[in-house]
């Protein structure tokens, strides 16, 4: 294996120093106050009363869509006259000192408006709240999926925020659920493939099937009657979670999320992964898209030429468990030698030295993964929206490296698992308004997404414009509240503004160039919500290089 190239301990585990770093509200204290402010993040319940302040003060796009808006409107029956809540989250028609007035006489300790925090709630306590479901969805989710779990820490702190989110609703009632059970068929072995497809009709139609916007009938979801996931599998059906287990051993499927699977299915659609290509997953454990890709690129061209894929991780262990993944996969030696493994800095990887560039490259990059809240409890209890700030620079270092290393002609997929659009459609600007375009002679522009691929799949477009937040003490900012019980979620407009207030960790890149993003077409992008296909949250960009 090649030498490994040197890699600081945030790139080792960068998401691990991003919650460190955020989950004390002052930078400057010493390492108890932060190890005790970082206690009291999770115990309190900081974490849950963020995410929804942040997300539900995000214009339209980002976790919610017009049509949230439109039937939450039409639910409610809101007039003229009443009091409303905007897209950015503000309570229209009433002053602070009203607001802070109404959050205490109706729910005490509570999120409020510029998204401050009251410390003595624990969504772990009894609050009674019922199943709050509109029954409404474009694809039938909401209505046919099981109940919502009122029970569920996020749903407590979402019936705290006295409506003032009411469009979040299906976001947070999505989350809420365990994800579903979700296979993909791997393309070697096709007789197997429908020979297990016969069994799971016969024996198993009612508890999972193949989803409705995949032509091939590769992809299979639990049905919602079902309501299979990992957890109640074993349980709910011993004799199927065997089969599951069997067919994975055997090469037959692979358990695989939807938004995982995205990248590898549009690569493919825009025939930047074919049969022989070389392909590099600069970000590659645990490894899912690695062997997605093996499947179609190991198969020998109309030459005989076969394929390769270069499968990297920063991280010694976590590239030991990727070489055990493919091991295990039960793909034939043949395709599995295919894979070379490499231990490098991903913002740093070293250039073929054939001097032959990359047909493709995955870009995974590491995130703050609040796309993936239904399968890791782990995510919300630390959440902060420094997370995805601290992230930015190492995704937009690997980014531009990835688009240095793909041919002319050739396709960089960005994805991250988040669906905050600092780690998202700001890196992706950020790279085609400064980092790279034009830049030793190279351009770059964003494909559209291929329709071909999933027909009737539901894809959010990318957005132009979003907010940016920090959380925590800031300098030179009027405290607002009545307490000092909590600190503040504080927006700011402009770079300039946070840098005034004393964040010194702003980058101009985390704010939105709307004449720029247009211009390069970040609509292009694809975001992926929860509630649209009952699945976990993802983003994608496809940049293809043109010269």
Excluded at 310 to 315: F, G, K, Q, Y
Aim: aromatic share 6%.
């Amino acid at each position: 294996m090649p030498k490994r190239a040197r890699a600081s301990s945030d790139t080792q585990n960068p998401l691990s120093s991003a919650r460190k770093d955020s989950a004390s509200s002052t930078k400057n204290s010493n390492k108890a106050d932060r190890n005790a402010q970082g206690l009291w993040h999770r115990k309190s319940g900081a974490g849950y009363h963020l995410f929804l302040s942040y997300y539900g003060s995000q214009p339209t796009g980002v976790v919610a869509g017009d049509d949230d808006f439109i039937n939450i409107a039409a639910h409610d029956g809101t007039d003229a006259g009443s009091t409303t809540t905007n897209h950015n989250g503000g309570t229209i028609g009433m002053s602070r000192a009203a607001k802070r007035r109404r959050q205490k006489k109706n729910a005490g300790p509570s999120t409020t408006s510029n998204g401050a925090l009251h410390k003595q709630h624990n969504p772990d306590g009894d609050h009674n709240i019922g199943n709050s479901s509109f029954g409404y969805n474009n694809t039938g989710v909401e209505s046919n999926r099981q109940s919502v779990d009122a029970t569920h820490p996020l749903m407590r702190a979402f019936s705290l925020t006295n409506k003032q989110y009411p469009h979040l609703t299906r976001f947070v009632h999505a989350l809420s659920r365990p994800l579903p059970l979700t296979l993909r068929f791997r393309e070697y072995n096709q007789s197997l493939s429908v020979e297990l497809k016969e069994h799971l009709a016969k024996d198993y139609s009612a508890m999972i099937a193949p989803v409705a916007f995949d032509p091939t009938n590769s992809i299979y979801q639990s049905t919602p009657k079902s309501s299979l996931h990992k957890s109640n599998l074993g349980q709910t059906c011993p004799k199927l979670k065997q089969l599951i287990v069997d067919s994975s051993m055997n090469g037959i499927i692979a358990r695989q999320e939807l938004g995982s699977m995205l990248p590898v299915i549009c690569l493919r659609a825009v025939r930047a992964i074919t049969p022989g290509s070389k392909v590099l997953d600069i970000c590659a454990s645990p490894g899912s898209k690695t062997l997605q890709t093996l499947e179609i690129v190991g198969s020998s061209t109309k030459q005989g030429s076969k394929g390769r894929v270069i499968a990297n991780d920063v991280h010694a262990g976590r590239l030991d468990s990727l070489r055990a993944a493919v091991l295990r996969s039960g793909l034939p030696e043949c395709l599995t030698s295919r894979v070379t493994f490499t231990n490098y800095d991903a913002s740093i990887f070293p250039a073929p030295k054939s001097g032959k560039l990359f047909d493709a490259i995955i870009c995974d990059v590491p995130c703050g993964g609040d796309g993936t809240i239904r399968k890791d409890k782990h995510i919300l209890p630390l959440w902060s929206p420094n997370i995805s700030t601290s992230m930015h620079g190492l995704q937009l270092r690997i980014l531009q490296r990835a688009l240095e290393l793909v041919k002319i002609g050739g396709v960089v997929c960005y994805s991250t698992c988040s669906l905050n659009p600092i780690e998202d459609e700001a890196v992706v600007a950020a790279a085609l308004l400064g980092g790279c375009n034009n830049i030793g002679g190279a351009e770059y522009e964003l494909l559209d997404w291929p329709k071909s691929s999933l027909p009737g799949f539901l894809r959010r477009p990318g957005v132009h414009t979003w907010r940016v937040a920090f959380y925590g003490e800031q300098d030179g900012i009027e405290d607002t509240n009545d307490s000092d019980d909590f600190d503040s979620l504080s927006f700011f407009d402009k770079y300039d503004d946070a840098l005034d207030a004393g964040m010194k960790e702003a980058k101009p890149t985390f704010w939105p160039n709307i004449v720029g993003n247009e211009r390069i077409g970040l609509d292009r992008c694809t975001r992926l919500f929860p509630q649209d296909q009952d699945s976990g949250g993802f983003f994608l960009a496809l940049i293809k290089r043109i010269k």
